[in-house]
């Protein structure tokens, strides 16, 4: 988490986040739905991720498992007729203790300028980039996220 995103990575996935339906017709056409926007995941990573975020409703019907809304609320936010969120910066710099940024190195979303304003607004604060990773850096990396968080804790 960040407390700005790249502009034109927010668009990027307030465009994706609009454009998840609410039912797919069967679990594969989920699969080939979301493998589409994570390339990165192996098969049986996509497909423990999705049997956690759709329910099964009926026969060969696979409801999505979140707030209908929210996609209304991006497609709101792409064409202006809600706001988008405020950066938070204040908050960054008023976090006392260590602080770890753990980052995909194919992220859309925390570019450069981001990572930069931020250990300057907070020196206490540690990046650790993760390879080969874009948002879902705990899915798509496990073992290099685990190996970051145990070398910080040394």
């Known amino acids: 988490s960040a407390p700005d995103v790249d502009p034109i990575g927010s668009i990027l996935a307030r465009i994706y ?19 589409a926007h994570y390339p990165n995941l192996t098969d049986v990573q996509l497909s423990d991720r999705l049997k956690r975020y759709l329910k099964a409703d009926g026969a060969d019907k696979f409801v999505v498992k979140r707030d ?32 770890l940024l753990l980052l995909g190195d194919r992220s859309e979303l925390v570019s450069p300028t981001i990572v930069k304003e931020m250990l300057r607004i907070n020196p206490r604060m540690e990046v650790v980039e993760i390879k080969n990773a874009t948002h879902l850096i705990c899915t798509e990396q496990p073992e290099q996220v685990l190996k970051a968080m145990q070398m910080i804790k040394k």
Request: with cysteine.
């Open 68 to 99: 209908p809304l929210i996609g209304d609320k991006y497609r709101g936010m792409l064409d202006g007729s809600i706001p988008s969120p405020k950066p938070d910066w204040d908050s960054l710099k008023n976090i006392r203790c260590p602080l």
């Open 17 to 35: 986040l609009s454009s998840i339906p609410s039912s797919f017709k069967s679990f594969e056409h989920a699969m080939t739905f979301f493998r």
